[in-house]
């Protein structure tokens, strides 16, 4: 760990006691942390346009046009300062109830396209999906806490959505 303000961590006696030391040196510090949270859920979608022929679709999209499904991860980041009690940015079982109203009841399972009301103009692409992952997270968590969300489509792709620092 970093000095801050030229105070300097003293580790003397046990690694226990050292340890200890560096807890309450760094309490009120201010340091701010980042903490990740991964879920995984699955969904089936195609990539379509409304305003499109059948024929454009499958020319503009080609194979993603079909229906088709993902097996998703989801990394979500969050960032503060940990409480000076719990040591946490925030209660993970609180981070789990979020995801699994925010993200897991609405997606899991579901058809993108037949089952959600946020592809009915745009394709759910993983930039768009990311999109309204983000949004809905914003909405759902405390202010200024989300640091950014991460969907991986697969092994090969992933988009991340990052909120500026305030």
């Known amino acids: ?43 089936s979608l195609r990539y379509w346009t409304s305003g499109l022929s059948d024929a454009e679709n499958r020319e503009r999209f080609g194979l993603e046009a ?8 989801l990394e979500v980041t969050l960032r503060g300062d940990p409480d000076p009690v719990t040591g946490m940015v925030i209660n993970l079982s609180e981070l789990k109830d979020v995801l699994e109203r925010e993200i897991m009841a609405r997606f899991d399972h579901k058809d993108l396209n037949d089952d959600t009301p946020y592809f009915e103009k745009t394709p759910p692409t993983p930039e ?12 759902a968590l405390p202010a200024d806490m989300l640091d950014r969300i991460r ?7 992933f988009v991340d959505v990052v909120e500026p620092l305030v």
């Not at 309450?24 to 701010?32: C, K, W």
């Open 128 to 139: 768009n999906f990311a999109i309204v992952i983000h949004q809905l997270l914003v909405e």
């Open 66 to 73: 079909e229906r088709h499904g993902h097996n998703y991860r």
């Open 1 to 43: 760990m970093a000095a801050r303000a030229g105070r300097a961590l003293v580790a003397t006696g046990s690694p226990g006691c050292a340890r200890l030391l560096e807890l309450q040196e760094y309490q009120g510090v201010g340091e701010l942390v980042r903490v990740t949270r991964a879920i995984e859920f699955s969904t």
């Open 151 to 157: 969907l991986h489509q697969d092994a090969r792709l």
